[in-house]
């Protein structure tokens, strides 16, 4: 029985953990903001437009290390804080301004 055999389960639990906790920061970041159209407030309602996607992507591939998270913030910094609803519209061309 090889290695990978004999811990496919631990191992599967560890990058699922990992995995878990850059999910976790990515919402960290999202938890004192606002939508910038709307004000919507819930972080299961918020993203990152228009690279949402990709944010998310790139952050669950990436480690938790500051090194390896400076591209991320880069590349958030770049973006708007928009609700799900909101993104829909931008993204249908409706066009929304922000609130004061």
């Not at 631990?10 to 938890?31: C, F, P, S, Y």
């Not at 990152?48 to 290390?65: A, H, Q, T």
């Not at 770049?78 to 993104?87: A, F, G, R, S």
């Amino acid at each position: 029985m090889n290695h990978y055999k004999k811990y496919k389960k631990t191992i599967k639990e560890g990058v699922r953990k990992a995995r878990r906790k850059r999910d976790i920061w990515i919402n960290e970041l999202l938890a004192d903001e606002s939508c910038i159209y709307c004000g919507e407030t819930e972080t299961c309602t918020l993203a990152f437009y228009p690279d949402n996607k990709e944010i998310r992507i790139v952050s669950r591939s990436k480690g938790l290390r500051e090194k390896l998270r400076l591209p991320i913030l880069e590349r958030i910094q770049k973006n708007k804080i928009v609700c799900l609803n909101c993104e829909s519209k931008l993204k249908n061309d409706i066009q929304l301004s922000p609130i004061l």
